[in-house]
């Protein structure tokens, strides 16, 4: 079992040196069209005609720049804490202070928009790779015709998939990933935003979940357990037989 874990986690080691590699190679034997798209991301695939794709990385980074300037500079730094400004009752005038939900909220998705970026930057590399490969081999590229017409013929696929991928990760993925994290914090009908805060607790919560005694909650944990795989042995064993039955 500990062999398996190491070659996965040599395999992982692995694909990211080869990665970092193949960047540090495309640097060093790259012309200055792919060298400037290190840093300014699409502008290789413009200088060489490819106005469309150009222009969508392009966008890409400006798009990162702004919102990582603005706001998510701001959750990120916060997102240690969950914030330290508290919402304050000045006679009848209310100021507001920091928001743990939306700190913790935009935290995550800054992290997530960050690795995205990282992705598409990888992918801009890859593509300047690509088009010196063609360009050297005496073929010419692709017109932005061609390019754009590529998403309603062999990469279709894509076309299709894109509207659902963001509507999972923005009404399931991102949901989860921010529960799965208010497991780690004191939230509860005390710390309730944006009156109060809350803040990062570590494992005490499932500490206090796998408990017995009056501080604990093992023992109702156990009979939510105990009922939850109850009914979902029989809801599932009464629908396959009356699946069964309707067919007959």
């Known amino acids: ?29 790259g012309d200055f069209k792919t060298r400037l798209s290190f840093l300014i991301m699409g502008l290789g695939p413009l200088l060489r005609g490819q106005i469309v794709k ?44 920091d928001n743990s939900f939306l700190i913790l909220l935009f935290g995550i998705l800054t992290i997530v928009i960050i690795l995205a970026f990282l992705f598409i930057w990888r992918m801009n590399i890859r593509e300047n790779r690509e088009e010196e490969r063609i ?27 894109a509207l659902p991928c ?11 990933l921010f529960m799965v994290c208010v497991a780690f914090t004191n939230y509860d009908a005390n710390h309730q935003a944006p009156t109060n805060l809350f803040t990062w607790v570590g494992l005490e919560n499932f ?9 604990g909650f093992a023992e109702t944990f156990v009979k939510v357990l105990i009922w939850t795989l109850v009914w979902a042995f029989f ?14």
């Open 54 to 97: 150009g222009l969508a990385f392009l966008a890409s980074e400006l798009f990162f720049l702004w919102y990582i300037t603005g706001l998510g500079m701001v959750y990120l730094g916060k997102l240690a804490t969950l914030g330290t400004v508290e919402t304050q009752k000045i006679h009848r005038r209310t100021i507001y202070g």
């Open 235 to 248: 809801a599932t064993f009464i629908d396959y037989f009356l699946g069964l039955a309707v067919a007959m």
């Open 1 to 29: 079992m500990t062999g398996k874990k190491n070659d996965k986690t040599a395999g992982v080691f692995s694909v990211i040196g080869g990665d970092l590699k193949d960047i540090g190679t495309t640097f060093a034997q």
């Open 207 to 215: 500490k206090s979940l796998f408990s017995f005694g009056t501080s």
């Open 166 to 176: 963001l509507g999972i990760f923005v009404f399931t993925v991102l949901p989860i």
């Open 135 to 161: 360009l050297r081999s005496g073929k010419k590229l692709p017109t932005n015709g061609t390019f754009l017409y590529s998403f309603l013929d062999h990469n279709f696929d894509k076309t299709l998939l």
